[in-house]
């Protein structure tokens, strides 16, 4: 990703980080050759949503770059041995992975099913390239469908609430 999607998706990812309610608890991680957080001094934790993790998250968004296209599979088995499996303390907790992409990621359709329904994970794919790209958006979108997740074009800010209203 590159320029505009780039801002675009920090600007979203601000806002999802801003609207998280205080009793909630989250992360955010990125992933290309290998899964680290965001503000490493936080850790693979699960982190309270109160004011000042997320303020730190959100200055910290600013450091995203540019990157080589991820491994999704090897994100979600790092993040099952980590961050989920310390979020398992409550059960009732409703789980969800939100997804920023330019559709460039590489997956394993049934790992990726496998490990969602293990971990009771429900999946939001916000794709920040041209809806025109067939190729890799495809493939992304017919793995989000199967995995019974949204997955939404985003061209603009209100795209994000529209997918974001069935999952907060």
């Known amino acids: ?19 998280i309610p205080a009793n909630h608890r989250f992360n955010v991680f ?5 899964t680290v957080p965001l503000k490493e001094c936080y ?34 088995l790092k993040l099952e041995k980590s961050f989920f499996a310390k979020s398992d303390r409550d059960k009732t907790c409703k789980k969800m992975i939100i997804l920023f992409t330019d559709g460039k990621i590489d997956f394993n359709l049934k790992k990726v099913q496998e490990t969602l329904k293990r971990l009771k994970l429900r ?15 495809q493939n992304l979108r017919e793995m989000t469908c199967q995995v019974g997740g949204r997955f939404v ?9 529209k997918a974001a209203d069935m999952f907060f």
């Open 1 to 19: 990703l590159y320029g505009r999607p780039l801002k675009t998706i920090k600007g979203i990812a601000r806002l999802i980080i801003k609207l």
């Open 30 to 34: 990125l992933f290309n050759n290998e």
């Open 43 to 76: 850790g693979m934790e699960p982190l309270p949503a109160n004011a000042s993790v997320k303020t730190a998250m959100v200055v910290e968004l600013d450091r995203i770059e540019a990157t080589q296209p991820g491994l999704f599979n090897d994100a979600l």
């Open 123 to 137: 999946l939001l794919v916000l794709n920040f390239s041209s809806p025109s790209s067939f190729g890799p958006n």
């Open 153 to 161: 074009f985003v061209n603009r800010i209100g795209d994000y609430f």
